[in-house]
């Protein structure tokens, strides 16, 4: 049987701030620009609910990006997972970012970024990124 890893999570923005149509226009932007679901994506469009650029009034002070996605054993290539969503974020407006990756035999893991100030700003300084690792149930052999 194959090991099936399951990749999801949201990036969050403050939606109540000036130029927040000019945000969101960056944001849907940088996911579009992901590749197609083709070979083997790490990242692409298809796993993106991308939101719509009007403004939503059922969006109360936080916009939502959520994304998931069902991989073969990425936990193999998760560096290289990582990587191509810090690629990702480093183009978007956004406050916080969490991946959770679930898998058969690794457990559960759960990755976060927040931004340095009161949000990440396109092609502004370094991501920090926090994982925590939790394994429920018993591994059997």
Wanted: proline residues 3%.
């Amino acid at each position: 049987m194959d090991q099936e890893s399951i990749v999801y999570g949201c990036i969050k923005d403050v939606s109540l701030v000036d130029g927040e149509s000019t945000r969101r226009r960056v944001n849907r932007k940088a996911m579009l620009a992901l590749p197609k679901a083709d070979g083997w994506p790490f990242l692409c469009q298809e796993m993106f609910a991308i939101p719509q650029i009007e403004v939503d009034q059922a969006n109360y002070q936080t916009e939502v990006m959520h994304f998931g996605a069902s991989y073969k054993a990425v936990e193999y290539e998760w560096e290289q997972w990582i990587q191509k969503f810090e690629e990702l974020l480093s183009r978007m407006y956004w406050v916080s970012a969490t991946v959770h990756l679930e898998t058969e035999l690794s457990g559960s893991h759960t990755f976060t970024w927040e931004s340095n100030g009161d949000y990440h700003e396109p092609g502004s300084g370094d991501l920090q990124i926090r994982c925590e690792w939790s394994h429920d149930g018993v591994l059997s052999l």
